[in-house]
């Protein structure tokens, strides 16, 4: 079986057995993920970078750390909220999500792309709107598609918090969504 098709469990576990190319497919997956969440706390995306390159030096440093039982997605999602927060406590920032990424222009029509962009634009300035934590909440989620088992141990809260935070904050970003047609009549 060809290393892309492996699980990221099963990579972990070949890396402990001193397999270096399943750390880097490990890293090839998530390394642009962590850097765009990341971000969503530095409002940085040069310190966002260097803040990921911490989190798989993390890995190399502490690889007996991670148990099996969790998704691996959620221990790094996890290394990498606390290296964010450390470098915000230390930096003294305010936690604010900017920008939600640009989604890649494949070969659509030009009045659908401006369309498409003129909403994310919309969206973008809706999230700022919200509460720091209910624009993590709604990334994570809907962005990242993890699981609310996941969301409840990142944000370390439970998954009734996190059901409730985020019903709260789709209702909130839709509110000011529909704020903002009403005014643009």
Do not use: H
């Amino acid at each position: 079986m060809s290393i892309e098709k492996l699980t990221d469990k099963e990579l972990y576990r070949k890396y402990l057995d001193g397999d270096q190319k399943s750390f880097e497919e490990l890293v090839l997956r998530y390394k642009n993920q962590i850097i765009f969440f990341i971000s969503r706390y530095t409002k940085n995306t040069a310190v966002a970078e260097d803040i990921s390159q911490d989190v798989f030096v993390y890995l190399l440093l502490n690889k007996e750390q991670y148990n099996f039982q969790y998704s691996f997605k959620t221990y790094i999602f996890m290394i990498a909220k606390c290296r964010a927060i450390n470098y915000i406590k230390k930096e003294k920032k305010i936690v604010n999500i900017n920008e939600l990424d640009n989604l890649a222009i494949c070969d659509k029509e030009l009045e659908e792309v401006i369309y498409k962009k003129e909403k994310e634009r919309k969206i973008k300035i809706a999230m700022n709107q919200l509460k720091p934590d209910y624009q993590v909440v709604i990334y994570l989620t809907t962005f990242e598609g993890m699981k609310y088992k996941e969301v409840a141990k990142i944000m370390n809260k439970n998954i009734g918090q996190i059901k409730s935070m985020l019903n709260r904050a789709r209702k909130k970003l839709k509110k000011i969504l529909e704020e903002e047609i009403y005014y643009e009549k």
